[in-house]
């Protein structure tokens, strides 16, 4: 199968991790900033076949993960109300809020429903004229397009019954935020090459120069991954510090201009809590004002909301590379994919979830934790 196959090809994995241990000089700290990105780490077992010249830190590329408690706070409350039809990705609905979560308020007889798309929450709301249609509009740039034509062809239809909860982040600030704080070890980063494919990489170029780091746009099979990770060690031993492509068969400098002119008429930049990490300033975005109608926090007037996050959970640490999931104390034992304490064991992109569904981690790491 063309352009998926050869990124799959065993012989080519193998010859990329012998140039990268060839070339290393020195054990070298790269983060991928993208939950599928690890997923296929871990899963097919790079970090470990790497071990010596490279040590690969899983980033904060989940958007399920970083999505604030508060923000799930308000679509509980949101999804709780009678006139209400909340929609979802599947994945929000078992991420836990102060309380319970999605498939919790469903249970009690709440409208839940899981879509594929915000035009299909969009349809449900013209087919259901008499309820409030609300999608929950969570990601990073990837999903903003989608998101932003929903809303502006909700103004064209005039559809009034359809608002979206807005918990949009944008990478290049979480990135420079990891490379600015105190305990910082990242010397390189793999970004994710489905975000570049709308927002191109003219954003990362100053922060690689800034911050001395290389920056490798990268796709998400094995061969994608490792060959990210070549480029990134060959600057990196070369002293070079740039922004380079490797997922060539998708991504474009500028990236595609026409989503990123619909992102910008319908979103405005804002500061934003991460879940786990803390309030980033300009990284992420909002509504602007002339959409205000399909604001379903004003709609419903849900601001405002206390929240405390599980003492136990260390999704923060996760997400920031400061530990590994088997290191957190509750991996594996309070908190598992069936009854998770944090986001990263819920989500099928998160970095809890994809340790866990390693049964070495399951036997080993976990028992250890907690001894
Ligand atoms: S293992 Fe569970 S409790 Fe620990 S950081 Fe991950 S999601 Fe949070």
């Not at 800034?210 to 920056?215: A, E, F, N, S």
């Not at 990284?283 to 399909?294: I, M, T």
């Amino acid at each position: 199968m063309k352009y998926l196959s050869e990124y799959r090809d065993a012989d080519i994995a193998k010859s990329l991790i012998a140039r990268i241990k060839a070339r290393a000089t020195r054990r070298w700290t790269l983060m991928e900033v993208c939950g599928g990105q690890t997923h296929t780490i871990v899963r097919q077992g790079l970090d470990e076949l790497l071990e010596g010249a490279v040590e690969m830190i899983h980033g904060p590329g989940c958007p399920v993960c970083v999505t604030p408690l508060e923000q799930i706070d308000k679509a509980l409350a949101i999804a709780a109300r009678p006139e209400v039809i909340f929609t979802s990705f599947g994945d929000m609905l078992r991420v836990p809020g102060s309380d319970c979560d999605l498939q919790q308020v469903r249970a009690r007889g709440g409208a839940v429903r899981v879509v594929y798309s915000p035009l299909d929450a969009l349809a449900l709301a013209q087919q259901h004229l008499d309820k409030e249609v609300v999608f929950f509009a969570v990601g990073f740039e990837t999903t903003a397009p989608a998101n932003a034509m929903a809303v502006w062809r909700a103004r064209d239809l005039g559809v009034k019954n359809f608002s979206v909860l807005v918990s949009h982040v944008t990478v290049p600030p979480a990135i420079t935020a990891i490379l600015e704080s105190s305990d910082n070890r990242v010397q390189g980063f793999l970004a994710a090459g489905h975000v570049c494919a709308v927002m191109g990489w003219e954003e990362y170029e100053p922060i690689a120069t800034k911050h001395r780091v290389p920056i490798i746009v990268t796709g998400f099979e094995p061969v994608d991954i490792l060959e990210g990770i070549w480029m990134a060690v060959d600057q990196l031993e070369a002293g070079r510090h740039e922004v380079m492509n490797q997922y060539v068969r998708s991504v474009r400098r500028q990236g595609t201009p026409p989503a990123r002119a619909l992102v910008a008429q319908v979103f405005e930049l804002a500061d934003r809590q991460w879940r786990g990490i803390g309030e980033i300033p300009m990284s992420g975005l909002r509504l602007r004002e002339e959409f205000a109608e399909y604001d379903a926090e004003r709609k419903f007037g849900v601001g405002g909301l206390k929240v405390t996050e599980p003492a136990d959970c260390r999704a923060g640490d996760v997400l920031t590379g400061r530990i590994k999931p088997p290191q957190c104390a509750a991996f594996g034992t309070i908190c598992t994919p069936e009854r998770p304490l944090g986001a990263p064991m819920v989500s099928t992109e998160g970095a809890c979830s994809a340790y866990y569904n390693l049964a070495k981690y399951r036997a080993t790491d976990a028992a250890e934790a907690t001894s």
